[in-house]
């Protein structure tokens, strides 16, 4: 955790004493430590408290800018490489669900694009309404991450689940995150994302309804596990992650040049876009007027960038597809495997609820040579991408 800089939001809570330890600990591990206060937090501890341990100002009213310069919830959410919410009470939890933004800390939790983990800490009786465990099922569907309370005696006077972990497994487990974040460190890794445009006219064009969101949380994720990431990306309205190479291919003839200039030298290929089969055999100079009844387009094939990819494949280097079925799943994600000379292909049927284009979540499941299928259950996007990349780092395991 050397140099890592980890933001600390302290909510409303009794259990919020607890995380004077967790600063003081992960100081001591050698981390960058900034705390941000609730004001109900400060009803149990105080701000001086952390300021003595952490040796930095806490944040804790939004209309209070210590640097002119800056704006504190938007730098502090850039800088971060982790945010803890420690104690997380019920409240903070449903804020953060809805995506409310009225304090310093839930503006600073909409703002990061770096991991978030929760620690709840409730009465028992809170913790197992329905009502929480909805939105900790909504956070944990959307990729934040949770720790899970402990059980015993509360200060309420219960006994039951609703512990805020100790400062020491609290430590623990944050360790963990840092040490899987570079078990990719030194590779090189290219994604596509997106769908491609092909050109009718200057005005007019064929695509399909990739969003590029699964695309964005590989590399996302990939980038943050130590690789280094080339992202190609064709048409999204999504804004592309910050930790990586951006190089922009409109048509599937952009992005097939786009990969294979930079193939060599790539450990892993992972092709996310969906690239359109076919494009017109003719693009217009200009706009095409209305005139008939009806009008005859002729399409050409693409170039099929994954056989391509898994033609040249080189010594060493897995390539992982997509197939986006909506019949027969498994049959032609394995044909679509050997086909193309693939190491892995990531499949799913995209008329499933909670799979697909445009959504947050993904239901996949993986084919790979000589292995079963591996059915995943419906996950958000960015558990996907930690599920692939972890499967990727089997296969080159195996290999060795």
């Excluded at 800088?79 to 933004?101: E, F, H, R, S």
């Excluded at 309804?209 to 999204?236: I, Q």
Aim: net charge neutral; with cysteine.
């Amino acid at each position: 955790m050397k140099d890592k800089v980890i933001l600390v939001g302290v909510s409303g809570g009794i259990a919020a004493y607890k995380a004077a330890g967790l600063c003081s600990a992960l100081v001591k591990e050698g981390a960058e430590v900034h705390v941000i206060m609730t004001e109900s937090a400060m009803k149990f501890v105080t701000p001086l408290t952390f300021q003595s341990l952490v040796k930095k100002p806490v944040v804790t009213d939004i209309f209070t800018e210590p640097d002119p310069a800056e704006i504190s919830h938007i730098a502090l959410a850039d800088k971060a490489d982790l945010m803890v919410v420690a104690p997380a009470t019920a409240n903070v939890i449903a804020k953060a669900a809805c995506g409310l933004a009225d304090d310093m800390l839930t503006t600073t939790l909409l703002a990061t694009r770096a991991p978030v983990l929760f620690a709840p800490a409730m009465n028992v009786n809170m913790y197992n309404n329905p009502i929480v465990q909805e939105n900790l099922s909504r956070l944990r569907s959307r990729g934040y991450l949770t720790a899970e309370p402990g059980e015993g005696p509360l200060a309420c006077g219960y006994t039951g689940k609703g512990r805020l972990p100790e400062p020491e497994e609290l430590v623990e487990i944050i360790r963990e995150f840092f040490a899987r974040s570079q078990d990719m460190k030194g590779l090189n890794v290219l994604v596509t994302a997106g769908g491609t445009r092909e050109r009718i006219d200057p005005v007019r064009y064929l695509t399909n309804d990739s969003s590029g969101k699964m695309g964005f949380a590989l590399a996302e994720a990939a980038a943050r596990r130590g690789a280094n990431v080339t992202l190609v990306v064709g048409n999204t309205a999504v804004t592309p992650p910050s930790n990586v190479k951006v190089v922009r291919a409109e048509s599937a003839l952009d992005m097939y040049r786009e990969v294979m200039e930079r193939l060599r030298g790539q450990d892993v290929v992972i092709k996310a876009a969906a690239v359109s089969d076919y494009r017109p055999s003719e693009t217009a100079g200009q706009k095409i007027k209305k005139t008939e009844d009806r009008m005859t387009l002729e399409l050409v094939r693409n170039p099929d960038i994954l056989a391509e990819v898994g033609a040249r494949k080189s010594p060493g280097q897995v390539i992982v597809g997509f197939a986006a079925e909506t019949t027969e799943v498994e049959a032609n994600a394995t044909d679509k495997l050997l086909r193309k000379n693939a190491d892995l292909i990531v499949a799913n049927d995209v008329s499933r609820e909670g799979a697909g284009f445009g959504v947050d979540t993904n239901i996949v499941s993986f084919i790979r040579q000589d292995q079963p299928l591996r059915q995943l259950p419906q996950m958000s996007k960015r558990d996907v991408a930690e599920a692939i990349l972890n499967e990727i780092l089997t296969i080159r395991k195996d290999r060795v």
